[in-house]
């Protein structure tokens, strides 16, 4: 869960950190220094580390809410790889003949010659002169 939490603040830090186009409004904004953000979010960090230990039943909620939700995000990714993945019949008939079943012919087993095909000699074909 921390790995988490984490991730998403650094990650959030990272895109604050990212140079922007001047435009009239940021010059309004107050300006902070790359220093200045990264002692916060250091002093943020070892806050949110002191947290569990000033609110264990709320780390407890919290982690458990963490494990529902990441058991609920591989079931809903399981179910995208499974919708993604499935087979779909070919539907375009350019394979088959006109109301003959396409699933039969899909299911078709591999050996499907019969003792009368099997029992015929090879012959190379013959060249027309």
């Known amino acids: 869960m921390f790995f988490l939490l984490r991730?998403?603040?650094w990650l959030g830090l990272v895109l604050v950190l990212l140079p922007?186009?001047?435009?009239?409004?940021?010059?309004?904004?107050?300006?902070?220094g790359?220093?200045?953000a990264v002692s916060a979010a250091t002093a943020a960090m070892s806050d949110m580390a002191q947290f569990c230990k000033r609110?264990?039943?709320?780390?407890?909620v919290g982690g458990h809410a963490a494990t529902v939700i990441g058991e609920r995000a591989k079931d809903g990714a399981k179910k995208i790889y499974q919708i993604i993945t499935e087979k779909k019949p070919?539907?375009?008939?350019?394979?088959?003949?006109?109301?003959?079943?396409?699933?039969?012919?899909?299911?078709?087993?591999?050996?499907?010659?019969?003792?009368?095909?099997?029992?015929?000699?090879?012959?190379?074909?013959t060249v027309a002169p």
Not at 55 to 60: D, G, H, M, V
Request: glycine share 8%; proline share 10%; net charge negative.
């Open 90 to 125: 070919d539907t375009t008939g350019s394979i088959g003949g006109e109301g003959e079943d396409q699933g039969a012919v899909a299911m078709a087993r591999p050996d499907t010659l019969t003792q009368d095909d099997l029992a015929a000699e090879w012959q190379p074909p």
């Open 55 to 60: 609110q264990p039943a709320t780390c407890e």
């Open 20 to 32: 922007r186009d001047k435009t009239p409004e940021s010059d309004k904004l107050p300006q902070i």
């Open 34 to 36: 790359a220093s200045d």
């Open 7 to 9: 991730m998403a603040f």
